[in-house]
């Protein structure tokens, strides 16, 4: 009697996490660690090339917006194209793209071709980062989904966290472009090793008649378990075949529309908020009177309590509903972000305590949303709907620093601007609560145990 059919999800569902889907999950977190690092490493460098250029730090708004509009773009074309291309041959080549970028990063003589190199440094950025999410949503089973894609990004915050502490002594020996070109370097020498060892989407290869075998290989490797036949005959995955592709608009078909408005509003509200500290938190400090030194370390505070933020807040968002933990988590940080703006940096203990809270709070909230995202979408369309909601959160990433820079130039006083950026955590919130009002779209079963309070 022949076995019945089973869909690959069942089978990731039901098996328990075999060394595949970890090795998925590092080499996905390397690729966040250096996406992280790339990210963040003008805003380390930014302080000392004003010195070196005679520029006020003001001027580098422009440099901060063009690095995160090319993450913007990167996200918006890449995540679409991956659920055509695949989320494997995306990544990849997103990271020859960044590591490339940031290389040349250094000849930059003057903002302009500075602001040049960060957009098409973003680019590379930008594409990887919805792909590493899908692909580690889509090889983790629904019962630590929330927790495994925040633990592999983990690796974002963690690798602001090494730069900042490699940031200073690199520079004080070797000057500002030793950061770049390390960042530039380590994606390369990774590329290699990815396009070894990543394997691509099963749920994508599901999809895909002409690359069954390559599908029953990775299955054999996810079920050791399994008899051969349920592990030959599986089911294609709901949504995937046929000619629709990843268009733009099935993100708003079947009842998806309201969650996907909902969604880019969280998505911008934080990710402005996010990059707003990134790029400016080192130069305000310095302003209030702390050493360079002191004022990167604040940085890498912040995403030292993104880690611990993530890893709690996932954890947490597996055991209850995602949507109250989320709530919480926001506006905890507007308090948090407005509060900074009252205490003296001479309390350095209570400043650097206080970054570490608002990095629990605003990038562990981050990594929530991005696996609440991932499982909100079907296969078909799920770098789509990643790749968008992060593409209109950059958005917000450029508005963030550019608007902080206009604040800085215009002399509002330290605790007006700290005010200002906790609005956004406070519309974060607010949608936040509509979203957890909603009930999940047909065709988005596996996303029920994130969306329904």
Not at 133 to 146: D, N
Not at 315 to 336: E, F, H, I, K
């Amino acid at each position: 009697m022949k076995t019945p059919a089973v869909t690959v999800a069942s089978i990731i569902d039901e098996a328990p996490v075999s060394k595949l889907q970890i090795a998925v999950m590092v080499l996905c977190g390397i690729v966040a660690i250096l996406d992280g690092f790339d990210t963040q490493a003008v805003a380390f460098v930014a302080p000392v090339i004003a010195g070196e250029w005679g520029l006020p730090p003001a001027s580098f708004g422009p440099v901060f917006g063009a690095g995160l509009l090319g993450l913007t773009v990167g996200a918006l074309v890449f995540g679409p194209a991956a659920d055509r291309l695949g989320r494997r041959t995306v990544i990849i080549w997103s990271t020859v793209f960044f590591g490339l970028f940031s290389l040349l990063t250094p000849l930059a003589d003057s903002i302009g071709t500075l602001a040049a190199m960060r957009f098409f440094t973003g680019l590379g950025l930008g594409g990887a980062m919805p792909n590493i999410i899908a692909l580690t949503s889509e090889y983790s089973p629904v019962r630590k989904r929330a927790t495994l894609v925040t633990l592999m990004f983990c690796g974002f915050p963690f690798g602001a966290v090494l730069g900042g502490l490699m940031s200073a002594p690199l520079m004080e020996r070797f000057g500002w472009a030793a950061v770049l070109y390390l960042g530039g370097v380590l994606p390369l020498l990774l590329a290699p090793v990815l396009f070894a060892a990543l394997p691509e989407s099963l749920r994508y290869l599901s999809g895909k008649s002409e690359r069954r075998r390559e599908l029953e290989s990775l299955l054999s490797r996810v079920a050791a378990g399994a008899k051969a036949e349920a592990v030959l005959d599986v089911a294609p995955e709901q949504g995937i075949a046929g000619g629709e592709g990843a268009f733009v608009s099935r993100l708003f078909k079947e009842g998806r529309g309201p969650g996907t408005i909902l969604l880019w509003i969280i998505f911008f509200s934080n990710l402005l908020v996010l990059y707003f500290l990134i790029n400016w938190l080192p130069v305000l400090l310095q302003q209030g009177g702390l050493p360079i030194e002191r004022a990167v370390i604040g940085v890498a505070a912040l995403n030292a309590g993104g880690i611990a933020g993530g890893i709690a807040l996932g954890g947490l968002s597996d055991r209850a509903s995602p949507t109250r933990v989320l709530q919480l988590a926001y506006a905890a940080a507007a308090v948090l972000v407005a509060a900074l703006g009252f205490v003296a940096v001479n309390s350095l203990g209570v400043v650097m305590l206080l970054i570490f809270l608002i990095g629990v709070f605003v990038i562990g909230s981050q990594f929530c949303m991005n696996a609440l995202a991932a499982g909100y979408y079907p296969t078909a369309i799920r770098s789509t709907g990643v790749g968008w909601a992060l593409g209109i959160g950059r958005i917000g990433s450029v508005i963030g620093p550019v608007v902080g820079g206009l604040l800085i130039g215009s002399g509002f006083g330290t605790t007006n601007i700290f005010f200002a950026a906790a609005i956004p955590a406070a519309i974060a919130a607010f949608s936040v609560f509509l979203l957890g009002l909603r009930r999940n779209p047909p065709g988005t079963a596996a996303a029920v145990k994130v969306l329904v309070p």
